[in-house]
């Protein structure tokens, strides 16, 4: 049973366009979601959050959309740059006793100069 | 500050050996992962700790043992290896309480032939 699911194993956008990666999940107790970028041979770097009493985010180029009613995220990166091709996986985590996270699959970004 | 250190960085292993992994964090964070990545997959969760002396299951933690006696180090010990635990493996940690996001170290890359 996949709680977390990234549907688009891959996205290819060029440089300077907005790239739209995408995230669902099954389950409504998850109050907090995260994105990470990893690049290979790397470990995951944390991108940006949000909680499940917000419905947007924003840290720079990057925006994370939340939509409850349809178990929804969405990772916005405008303008897009060579050096954001990457793997982006989705996370959610419930509840802050334990802070234990649940992955999607991941989806390999490719900017095009 | 260096963060999550994760060491080896790569190590072959026959069936039926033992390994431990080694896991250390320099920001005082109280609660430490170990994650399992396969290939085209997310991040799984084989054990945590909340604080020393206090580990727990994650999804995934048949194979494995870890324990906690510093806040510092988070050593993963594989018993009598199998092909299947092939993968990366990634630990991580957070400050205990707020923020949701977890720090990653570089992954030990496993293979087990």
């Known amino acids: 049973d996949q709680q977390v699911k990234q549907n688009s194993p891959s996205l290819s956008v060029q440089e300077g366009r907005i790239s739209i990666l995408n995230c669902d999940y099954t389950?409504?107790?998850?109050?907090?979601f995260l994105w990470y970028k990893k690049y290979p041979a790397e470990g995951p770097t944390f991108l940006i959050s949000i909680s499940s009493i917000k419905d947007k985010n924003e840290d720079g180029r990057f925006t994370v959309f939340l939509n409850k009613s349809a178990k929804h995220l969405s990772l916005h990166i405008v303008p897009s740059q060579p050096g954001d091709s990457a793997v982006y996986f989705c996370?959610?985590?419930?509840?802050?006793?334990?802070?234990?996270?649940?992955f999607g699959q991941g989806t390999t970004l490719q900017v095009k100069p | 500050n260096a963060g999550v250190t994760q060491t080896p960085k790569f190590r072959i292993l026959k069936i039926g050996q033992s390994m431990t992994l080694q896991c250390a964090q320099d920001m005082n964070h109280n609660y430490m992962y170990w994650y399992r990545q396969d290939p085209g997959m997310g991040l799984k969760l084989i054990y945590y700790?909340?604080?020393?002396?206090?580990?727990d299951k994650g999804e995934v933690p048949n194979g494995y043992n870890v324990s906690r006696s510093t806040t510092e180090d988070f050593p993963l010990r594989l018993e009598l290896a199998a092909p299947s635990q092939t993968s990366v493996y990634f630990c991580?940690?957070?400050?205990?309480?707020?923020?949701?996001?977890?720090?990653f170290g570089p992954g030990t890359r496993l293979t087990v032939t």
């Open positions: 389950n409504s107790m998850f109050d907090y």
């Open positions: 991580a940690s957070k400050t205990g309480t707020g923020a949701p996001e977890q720090y």
């Open positions: 700790s909340v604080g020393a002396g206090i580990t």
């Open positions: 996370a959610a985590s419930r509840g802050s006793n334990t802070g234990k996270l649940i």
